[in-house]
């Protein structure tokens, strides 16, 4: 259960990573060809999803780390309610 949340947590990390830049970009040239704005644009929608992806995969991969840092420690079982002596 743990290899297919952390499968679930790579989708997460490539989908935090590429949105955010392919929609910056897609946004700042759709603004450049059919509304008119400067080529300036173009980059700001770059450097925009460039932000954007690196914070994605900062928080992505920091998530995962934890996720696998999280393991419980091999030991006695719990003592119960109706177990005791």
Known sequence: MKDLT???WLTQLGLSVALP???FVGFAVWLYSSQGWGLWVIFCGIA???I???NGLR???KAMERMV???PEEGPPPVFYNDHD
């Open 59 to 61: 928080y992505s991969l």
């Open 48 to 50: 925009l999803g460039l």
């Open 6 to 8: 952390l499968l679930t």
């Open 52 to 54: 954007c992806s690196i």
């Open 69 to 71: 840092k999280d393991k």
């Open 21 to 23: 830049l392919f929609g």
